[in-house]
């Protein structure tokens, strides 16, 4: 290697450094403008969801309100009372359309990972581990918990064992 190739080597390197330096500042810029849009797309994606969302709640509100309506200006209660099971039928169908199910709790076994306890109480053998009282339905959709049930679980009582005599210690002595 000559001088004049021994001397032009560092600043080759110089220059193909500061080359590669620059390059991965904007491919960083580019990777975070990248970034920011996904994140922008996202948020205007669930915004679009949760709009498609309410627009297939607000008939139910729609009829809610119309039903109270006409109850204060009719005092039907028969119409009225017929009005919300017909609203509840259609919510649940709507819940039912989105996979969404009821939780089966009632004298089932207590499961953590389907039931939240709130309450619990000593219950004969054949209820303990079980649960007795529903305060809210849980729910599942597509096999994944939406939202525990809450309730009361029955213990089993503890049996007490009558005592045993302790072998005696230092006998004969």
Do not use: C, W
């Not at 969801?49 to 509100?61: G, M, N, V």
């Not at 209660?77 to 199910?101: K, N, P, T």
């Amino acid at each position: 290697m000559s001088e004049a190739e021994a001397e032009a080597q560092p600043t080759e390197n110089l220059i193909r450094v500061k080359e590669l330096t620059e390059r991965l500042q904007r491919l960083q810029a580019d990777f975070d403008n990248y970034r920011k849009r996904i994140g922008r797309e996202q948020e205007e994606l669930f915004r679009r969801l949760e709009d498609q969302l309410l627009l297939e709640i607000l008939p139910l509100y729609d009829n809610l309100e119309r039903a109270f309506r006409s109850f204060n200006k009719n005092q039907d209660r028969d119409s009225f009372v017929e009005g919300m099971e017909r609203i509840f039928a259609q919510f649940h169908a709507f819940l039912e359309g989105r996979g969404v199910r009821p939780i089966v709790a009632m004298g089932e076994l207590y499961d953590p990972a389907l039931h939240e306890v709130l309450i619990t109480v000593e219950a004969a053998d054949e209820s303990g581990g079980k649960v007795l009282e529903e305060f809210e339905r849980g729910y599942l959709r597509a096999g994944r918990l939406l939202k525990p049930s809450k309730v009361k679980v029955g213990k089993r009582k503890e049996s007490t064992p009558s005592p045993q005599p302790s072998p005696s210690q230092g006998e004969g002595g």
